[in-house]
């Protein structure tokens, strides 16, 4: 069975710091997906960015990156000059090819501080 | 249009009470999955979907019952629930075919609260 462990429950920095969000998984597939999802106050489920297991370049969007070791299977998400939008739960997200359950961390509250 | 929306926002019912959450997207994706959770906690999977038939039951109570009433709708219909059925109740739908996977995308989600 795969799972995903976050082992950072909260984070805290100040506004314009750079943070970085652990994630490792558990797999034997040699096809899949990564995700880091983000949930702010409002509840919705939003997507951050995604990552192909057979892409060795990492991920990136504006203000996000994410850094894919296979081997290690770790995919840890960084965000450059955090904000206050920022603050939120974080929770990263695994899928194997062709699967259609998406498997979860516990998640990683994240809050940046003025 | 890129979003899945889900109506109610806000529910409270009676455990006697029978109500029905809604999730709608036209995205023309064809998977379609309800999810369930409490603050804190990353959502746990209730049911899936998959071109309007169903394909995962997460071995919920008879008391939860989802519909699929065509490419674009999904219902759940509430019956006596208990006071531990409070929670979030977040809908998703996801691409089915191609090769890219997307992911999920999730609506806001119906806050339930039973009383």
């Known amino acids: 069975a795969q799972t995903v462990t976050q082992s950072q429950p909260e984070m805290s920095v100040q506004e314009a710091e750079t943070v970085t969000l652990s994630c490792t998984y558990d797999?034997?597939?040699?096809?899949?997906?990564l995700f880091w999802y983000k949930q702010p106050p409002s509840r919705q489920m939003i997507l951050v960015i995604r990552?192909?297991?057979?892409?060795?370049q990492n991920a990136t969007e504006n203000r996000f990156s994410v850094n894919f070791q296979k081997a290690a299977k770790s995919f840890s998400l960084k965000i450059s000059d955090s904000q206050l939008g920022d603050t939120a739960m974080y929770f990263c997200a695994f899928m194997t090819e062709g699967a259609q359950k998406l498997v979860f961390g516990q998640g990683t509250r994240l809050t940046i501080n003025p | 249009d890129t979003e899945v929306t889900q109506t109610p926002k806000h529910l409270v019912m009676g455990m006697t009470n029978k109500k029905s959450l809604k999730c709608e997207q036209h995205m023309g994706h064809r998977a379609m999955y309800w999810y369930k959770q409490k603050a804190k906690k990353p959502p746990e999977l209730m049911f899936v979907?998959?071109?309007?038939?169903?394909?995962i039951n997460e071995s919920v109570p008879s008391r939860f019952s989802p519909e699929c009433p065509n490419s674009s709708l999904l219902n759940l219909h509430l019956h006596a629930l208990q006071p531990e059925d409070s929670a979030l109740y977040l809908c998703a739908s996801k691409q089915l075919y191609g090769t890219v996977n997307y992911g999920y995308t999730f609506g806001s989600g119906t806050r339930l609260t039973v009383v």
């Open positions: 979907y998959s071109y309007e038939k169903l394909s």
């Open positions: 797999t034997s597939e040699n096809n899949y997906y």
């Open positions: 990552q192909e297991a057979y892409k060795q």
